[in-house]
């Protein structure tokens, strides 16, 4: 125990969650950059950019941190959202995202309106 406490005293931790298949789909706060099989991961829940209205596909996409890195976001699956560059462009000018339990997006602009558009018109209150 004192072997690991010695160790440990000057040691970097990185926690690093693996998929069902080993592969890392959460690199924590030690890596900003998003591995390939993380952009895949991400790639295959959004299936392209999640901005409302838009349908730009995957390789069209950046893969957004939702709360910044710079500002303690993790680099993990669940902090991810694809964004074209245009809508990645307009999170960072006030725009704000969420995803949904159900797991569909929504999209405020900076004035805090939601934006909506095609059958959800139907049935907005």
Known sequence: AARARWIACDAGIT??????DGVPLDLGREHR???SHLRRAVEARDRGCVFTGCSAPTHW???HHLLEWING???SLENSA???????????????LARQPDGRWRT??????EIRTGPDLLHAA
């Open 108 to 113: 405020w602009r900076p004035d805090g309106t």
């Open 82 to 96: 694809l964004l074209r560059e245009r809508h990645h462009t307009k999170v960072h000018h006030g725009f704000r």
């Open 33 to 35: 950059l998003v591995s």
């Open 15 to 20: 926690r690093i969650v693996l998929g069902p």
């Open 73 to 75: 976001g993790a680099t």
């Open 61 to 63: 996409c950046d893969v």
